[in-house]
């Protein structure tokens, strides 16, 4: 099954990378995700309280004339890995109909190879935004 | 009335002029580790609680051996003063610091208030990352007066003694049965270890600025509890990372002789087949 190309084109770029390479370019995606637009901060406001331990990952989705979905997010500037994971996401598959988001498979991102950067325990990160999102995408197609 | 073991804490400012001190290593310890690369305190080195700490293979530590390895690569000597600090209230800080004082170390301290305190005063981060001159460091054996394993934690129960759970109210409750989508940090029951009393780690810290709470002030918060000096203690919380920070204040802030840090915690105590579950 085949990833969006977009996404597919970040996860090949990452596969050839070296490990330093590879924490600049996420440092570089973490920095490079926009606050979020002030026209969401209504919905930013009801957002659920996350258990400790966990990064509060706010995202909400906008629907475009042609069906794809804008994903945008707020997460907090202490925790860069999680918005440089979110960020990847975003690039990878902002524009995507939801009927892609919800086929992209939980563990994409394992040719990267990105545990070597951050360990495996950080990876969850992704799982994490990426179930959100397929969330998300589902709840756009009701 | 003062801290137990003042000696154990820093300010920022003491920090801000031991920058190049040649008998201070400053270490770095986040929960997320591109906060050091993105900018870190001068001249201070980085360990990971999981890349550098953990052992490659099995759910453990470093080896005495690998763990000099390491000491000596980041140029610390068996006199090096080394000052932990870390991202969100010190927690992978004292864990850190726990794991140097498991293998020996005689001069380990916290940065009170941590990444967050620095950064609030708006101190100075720099990206450059220094080199250390190797050293040839050497460990004592491990200090397993200060670490719980699943049957000291047993006896610990058998003997009635306490056990002080720091997970938030609902981890406690086994309301909440692991992170959603931390699969690799899961349990396979909810609950608590019985007799464990609940006192979340973030009760010892001042939210506003991630420093530690006053002596007084903590005191109220585990002798009201019934955690008191003359009975060892074993904290634990879900993989030994917020229960290593209780465990330091117990230990040195509030001078309990006798606490140990179960790192074992709930991903392996929810997951132990005939284990006593409280809910």
């Known amino acids: ?142 | 009335m003062p801290y137990a073991h003042p000696e154990y804490l820093v300010d920022t400012e003491w920090v801000a002029q031991h920058l190049d001190d040649p008998n201070v290593r400053i270490i770095e310890s986040d929960e997320d580790p591109l906060l050091y690369p993105m900018g870190h305190i001068k001249n201070s080195v980085q360990v990971d609680w999981f890349t550098t700490l953990q052992h490659p293979l099995r759910r453990d530590f470093l080896t005495l051996e690998q763990f000099e390895e390491m000491a000596s690569r980041l140029g610390i000597t068996n006199d090096t003063t080394i000052v932990f600090y870390g991202d969100k209230s010190n927690w992978f800080a004292c864990y850190a610091l726990w794991l140097f004082e498991y293998y020996g170390h005689k001069d380990v301290r916290i940065m009170n208030g941590g990444r967050n305190k620095w950064e609030q005063e708006k101190r100075p981060l720099v990206k450059e990352i220094p080199s250390a001159a190797r050293t040839t460091y050497r460990a004592k054996e491990a200090n397993k007066s200060i670490r719980a394993f699943r049957d000291d934690v047993f006896k610990q129960l058998e003997a009635k003694k306490p056990l002080v759970d720091v997970r938030s109210p609902k981890e406690f409750s086994g309301e909440l049965l692991h992170m959603p989508n931390y699969p690799q940090e899961g349990a396979t029951r909810g609950g608590h270890i019985p007799t464990a009393v609940s006192i979340p780690w973030a009760q010892a810290v001042n939210e506003a600025d991630a420093t530690f709470k006053s002596p007084e002030e903590l005191r109220a918060i585990y002798e009201g509890k019934n955690i008191k000096a003359d009975e060892e203690v074993i904290a634990y919380c879900r993989i030994g990372e917020r229960s290593s920070l209780t465990w330091f204040v117990l230990k040195y802030l509030l001078g309990y002789p006798a606490v140990k840090n179960y790192d074992g915690s709930w991903t392996e105590w929810g997951n132990l087949v005939d284990a006593p579950i409280e809910k």
């Not at chain 1, 995507?96 to 990267?112: G, L, Q």
């Open chain 1, 1 to 142: 099954m085949s990833l969006p190309p977009k996404l597919q084109e970040i996860v090949d770029d990452f596969a050839g990378m070296a490990r330093d390479e590879k924490i600049e370019t996420l440092i570089g995606y973490a920095e490079s995700l926009p606050e979020l637009p002030d026209r969401f901060q209504e919905e930013r406001s009801n957002m659920e309280a996350v258990p400790e331990c966990m990064t509060p990952v706010f995202l909400i989705a906008e629907k475009q004339a042609d069906g794809g979905l804008v994903f945008h997010f707020d997460i907090p500037p202490q925790s860069p890995t999680v918005r440089g994971l979110a960020a990847i996401l975003a690039a990878g598959l902002n524009g995507c109909k939801p009927e892609e988001i919800i086929t992209v498979p939980a563990d994409f991102y394992a040719p990267m190879n990105l545990e070597e950067a951050i360990s495996s325990q950080r990876l969850n990160g992704f799982r994490g935004v990426l179930a959100h999102m397929k969330q998300v995408a589902v709840n756009t197609m009701k």
